[in-house]
T-cell receptor, first 113, second 110 residues
Framework: LAKTTQPISMDSYEGQEVNITCSHNNIATNDYITWYQQFPSQGPRFIIQGYKTKVTNEVASLFIPADRKSSTLSLPRVSLSDTAVYYCLVGPLQAGGYQKVTFGTGTKLQVIP | NAGVTQTPKFQVLKTGQSMTLQCAQDMNHNSMYWYRQDPGMGLRLIYYSASEGTTDKGEVPNGYNVSRLNKREFSLRLESAAPSQTSVYFC?????????FGSGTRLTVV
């Protein structure tokens, strides 16, 4: 099972780009990388998912190097509403595949005015 | 567009009481999960159901039981609540692309 390591916390000023890196040295061939966002008193919410290279959606970008042993979530021009905990998950995309996936403590991002 | 619905949202129990947390999803997902989240911690998997008719233990199953009633519903039962079970409980469902979580049940055991 791929273990993930993220920074415990990060601070950023409004309007800056934020990059959160996740290490997953023993990622398996059929594993995908997925990032979730959690606000206080809410369940985590899907942000972005990728397998390799770069993925971009309306919210974020995900950069995955060729060796796939790490990934970086990039949030452009953060606002106060981006203050949340961000989780990096690594696991297979198969039916029920997430039973083997564990959530770590995530990265607590604090956006400062 | 309900997604995953959990009831109740809040509950206070006395030690030794029992209760069932309900979860239903309307996305036709095969897999469903129950997590608990303690203050300042990540989510820990209690039980999961990979498909209708199957359930299996996760990381912290002691003190809990589950029932996958049908494809839509997955309930979590506390037979004899303990203060250590005070937590926020999240239900989730998934298909190939990732989880959808409910809004949580905040449970306090006194």
């Amino acid at each position: 099972l791929a273990k993930t390591t993220q920074p415990i916390s990060m601070d950023s000023y409004e309007g800056q780009e934020v990059n959160i890196t996740c290490s997953h040295n023993n990622i398996a061939t059929n594993d995908y990388i997925t990032w979730y966002q959690q606000f206080p008193s809410q369940g985590p919410r899907f942000i972005i998912q990728g397998y390799k290279t770069k993925v971009t959606n309306e919210v974020a970008s995900l950069f995955i190097p060729a060796d796939r042993k790490s990934s970086t979530l990039s949030l452009p021009r953060v606002s106060l509403s981006d203050t949340a905990v961000y989780y990096c998950l690594v696991g297979p995309l198969q039916a029920g595949g997430y039973q083997k996936v564990t959530f770590g403590t995530g990265t607590k991002l604090q956006v400062i005015p | 567009n309900a997604g995953v619905t959990q009831t109740p949202k809040f509950q206070v129990l006395k030690t030794g009481q029992s209760m069932t947390l309900q979860c239903a999803q309307d996305m036709n997902h095969n897999s469903m999960y129950w997590y608990r989240q303690d203050p300042g911690m990540g989510l820990r998997l209690i039980y999961y159901s990979a498909s209708e008719g199957t359930t299996d233990k996760g990381e912290v199953p002691n003190g809990y039981n589950v029932s996958r009633l049908n494809k839509r519903e997955f309930s979590l039962r506390l037979e004899s609540a303990a203060p250590s079970q005070t937590s926020v409980y999240f239900c989730a469902s998934s298909e190939l692309s990732g989880y959808t979580f409910g809004s949580g049940t905040r449970l306090t055991v006194v």
